[in-house]
Every structure is written in C-alpha cells, then in structure tokens.
C-alpha cells in the first residue's frame, strides 16, 4: 500500500486558522479552534490574505503548536479596545472605546470627533435599561478606628455670637498699690479780685459807671464779667419812678469798649419802698456777637455801668452796695 504523506501548506493553514480575540480592560489573548473546525467552507474567498498578515506571522511551526497571536496581524486588521473615549486621543479604524455607557467602534481615524458623530463611529452595544432596585445588604461589622487625620485648615470666622447672660458679681479684689504721681494738669480759669462798691449815685438819663477792676491777662483769653448788688432811691416818694439797665463791659486802654454783656432791665417806683436788683454776669462779646479775645500782656478794664431813665422826681438814686469781678477762661471757647 502506497503511504500518502501529510503536507501542510499555506492553502490548509488559511483553512484551518481560527482567531479568537478577548477584550477586556486593554488585555488581549488569542486562542486557537481545534483542529479541522475552520476551512474553507467556513471562510470567505480571500477573508485571509497575505496585506491582513503581518510579515513572516504564519509559519508551519506556529501553525503546528497553535501559536498565531493578535501581534502577527498587520495593523488595522485586529480589534483594538482603548478604554474610555478622550477628546485629545487620537484613534483609528477598529478601535473600540466606552462613551455615555455605550461602546462604539471607529469606522474612520479622527481626533477630537464624539463617538455619536455616525462618520466616524459605529454603535457597537447600546447603554442597558437603569436595573432593578437590589436587596439591601446586611449591617457590617464596626471597623477599626482610622489613623488621626492631618489638621484641617482654618474655618472662616462665624457669626458673632448673642450676648451672654449677666455673671455672678465677683469677690472684692485686694488693693492695688499707690499709683505715681500724676502729670500736673493745665492751668485752670483764673479769678481776679472782685471789687466793692456801696452808695454810688446813679444820674438819671446817662450811663454811670459804677464800679472797675483792672486785669492783665498772661495769655490770650477770653472774660466772663459779673456784677451783684443793688439800687435804690435815696428816699420815697409817690412820684418816683425809675427804668435800670445794668451791663458788664471791658475796655481797653484808650476808653474803646472791646466787649460786653447782654443788658439786663428793671423798673422800680417808689411807692414800692423796694430795693432794685444789680445782677448781670456773661461772657464779653464784640458787636458781631462772638466771643472777645483779650491779648496777653494788655491791661484792660472790667466795669459795671448803669444806663437810668426817669421822671424829674427820681434824681436821688444811688447803687447802694454790691460788688464787681471777672474770670479769664482761656482762648478755647
């Protein structure tokens, strides 16, 4: 009997290769059919040629051992899963990628194309229905108590918080020490020496001047001047009558009025057998109605006036005691 020899050649190895390709998170394995599952039945015409094998990929010895992997086919021709789809990849034919819980393959190289533009992408498995609600598992046990964590950083600062509620008064503390001695404070208003008078006649229709107290200030000041006493008729009659203005003024050396009180008024008959007031105090004011300033060094002086109207009868009236003073109160009003 004439012993018929087995030749593998590349018309069976075309028959009989069968490639099986997993994919799975990047990781690629091939595996081969067993023998005589695949031939040419089973393949198209020309669906394995020599453009879709790498160079020099199959051999009888690879055939022989199973050995044919995915890295022995030209580029292009295998499936190529690349995970999720980015924006700044640049992908090509065949490559497989997830986007929006779906998988689509290329159908075209691009860069920066979404795998729902249909040029260059195929739906490869649709996105599955949301599942069902699963069965709550059971407690865990406690674990074990975690390492102390770093320091967090600052918090922002919180709101101010309500006022607290009043504390209990607390214990009599012990007394301190003797203080040192205090800073000798300014200067305070300085008083001149108030002048008496007693028994001045006061002519009727004119100003008389009843009393004056000279005063030299050390420092630019301002006056308060002040009067008190009282007026009168020599004797009573019927027929008296009599109208006192009183006032406070200061003037300077040449008899000029620099500044004065307001004027106070007072009538008096003398069927009244009464004695008329010669109060009036106030600070010195010039025409325009502020404050006089006195200048350091310059002698003024301080007066009481009276300013009379009266009936013929009434020549006999008199300031009849009473005394006249001042303050200087400094340049600040």
Partial sequence: MKRVRNVVSYANVTATLALVVAVSGGAYA??????????TTQLQNGAVTNPK?????????????????????????????????????????KDIVAYGGSSYIAR??????????????????????????GVKGEQGIQGTQGIQGAQGDQGVKGDKGDQGIQGLQGIQGVKGDQGIQGVKGAPGPSFGDGVKFANVPMACDTATTIASV??????????????????GFSSFTVSQFANVNRYVEVVDGSGNVVGRTGRSFESKMGQ?????????????????????????????TVRLVTLTSCDSGSTTMSAQEGEVSYVLLGNTP
């Fill in 272 to 300: 009244d057998h009464s004695a008329g007031d010669l109060a009036v105090s106030g600070v010195m004011l010039n025409v325009g109605g502020t404050a006089t300033v006195l200048n350091a060094g310059t002698t003024y």
């Fill in 30 to 39: 091939a595996t081969a059919l067993p023998a005589g599952s695949v031939g």
């Fill in 108 to 133: 075209a190289g691009s860069h920066g194309v979404a795998p729902t533009n249909t040029t260059y992408w195929s739906l490869l498995a649709a996105r599955g229905p949301q599942g069902l609600q």
């Fill in 214 to 231: 000279p005063v030299t200030p050390s420092k630019p000041s301002r006056l308060s001047g002040s009067a008190t006493g009282y007026w």
């Fill in 53 to 93: 094998l790498a160079t020099g990929a199959v051999t009888s010895s690879k055939v022989l051992d199973r050995s044919l992997y995915l890295a022995d086919l030209a580029p292009g021709q295998a499936l190529n899963w690349r995970g999720t789809w980015a924006s700044t990849t640049t992908y090509t034919v």
